[in-house]
Structures are given as C-alpha cells and as structure tokens.
C-alpha cells in the first residue's frame, strides 16, 4: 500500500474504536450483554453505526427507545464499561494501520487520537499495544461538551499541534465520524475493515 499520500498533511487524527484497533466487536458484545436482561437483541448494524458515540449517549436512546427500567443513562453505560473491560486486554491494532503508523513516525507527521471512547480505556488500549510508540495526544469523550457529528474532538487534536484542519486528515470508520471530520474542514481518509482508503 502506498501511504505517500499522507506525507502532505500537517497533522494526522485517528478515530480509535474500528479505525486504528479492532475493538468495535468487543463494544457490540459488551452492550448484547448489558441489555439482553431486559430481553433486548440489539442489532449489529445499528451499534457499529453509532461508532464514536460516547457510552452514556448510546445508553439515554437504549432507555429511551426501549422504554428501560433504568433512569439513569451513566448507570447502563457504567454497566457497559465493565463488561467491556473484560475484554479489553484483547484488542489489537490493524496491521494496515499499524504500517501506516509507522510510515508516518518516519516522515515525522505528527499524530494524534480523537475518539467517542473514554478517556480511561483509550489510555489502557493506548498502554497495552504500541500506540504508545506514536500518538502525542488524545482526545476523548471526557475532553469534549459536543461530541461526533460535531467536529469538535478532531479540531482539539490538530488545535494541540497548531495545525490547521484544511491541510490536515481524519482516519474514521463510521458515519457520525464522516460527518464530524468534513465539518471541521479535514480530509476525510475511511477506514474499511481496518484498511485506510488511500
């Protein structure tokens, strides 16, 4: 794969969850598990769609479309998080990614991480695979008042390299991402499967 494309840009934003870490399988399960006691089967198609969404928002349409005995959306998503981290010792990153991290190291791009997840399992994931060898900064659900769509989180990452979003890319994976990342003046580079667009 051919990743000189990138060398062009002042910044590179990573979306974490299905872009750089195939974790979105283990989000799906973790949220089968929190609602299947109120015999809720959650599609597959509609969580991966919500990719980058934070937990607790995630949890308010749960409760509000099912009609949820539970009044509190933090107390389901806290729920999620646990169930969660049972497998988040697990993830890994994509390999297409990772040989683009890597290209970009070379060619001194500085990266970064912007993502729905909390700030405590992108610092564990972070920690526990070599992203710690390349990203300089994260961006989380805790950093943000207005999350994807909303190109909020992506503008802090290229904010915190004094780069400016029009010469800089987003690598996303989901819809809200899409959205976020074309509204803050990016380049948008998909993410599918774990392999960049280029």
Request: proline residues 6%.
């Amino acid at each position: 794969m051919d990743f000189s494309k990138i060398q062009r840009y002042e910044c590179l934003v990573f979306d974490l969850d299905g872009t750089l870490v195939d974790s979105m399988p283990y989000h799906y399960a973790a949220w089968v598990q929190t609602v299947s006691p109120f015999g809720i089967k959650l599609d597959k198609e509609w969580m991966y769609a919500r990719g980058g969404v934070p937990s607790t928002k995630i949890a308010g349409i749960l409760i509000a479309e099912h009609n949820l005995p539970v009044k509190d959306p933090q107390e389901l998503a806290y729920i999620k998080t646990r169930n969660y981290l049972q497998n988040i010792r697990n993830v890994r990153i994509f390999p297409a990614m990772h040989r683009l991290l890597d290209f970009a190291r070379e060619h001194r791009i500085p990266m970064g991480i912007g993502t729905g997840t909390l700030r405590s399992n992108v610092e564990y994931i972070v920690e526990h695979t070599p992203l710690k060898d390349y990203m300089q900064v994260i961006v989380s659900a805790d950093d943000v008042v207005n999350h994807k769509p909303h190109p909020d989180t992506f503008l802090k990452v290229a904010e915190y390299f004094g780069a400016d979003a029009r010469k800089s890319a987003v690598f996303e994976d989901s819809l809200f991402g899409f959205q976020a990342a074309e509204k803050g003046g990016f380049d948008l580079i998909k993410v599918v499967d774990g392999e960049p667009q280029l």
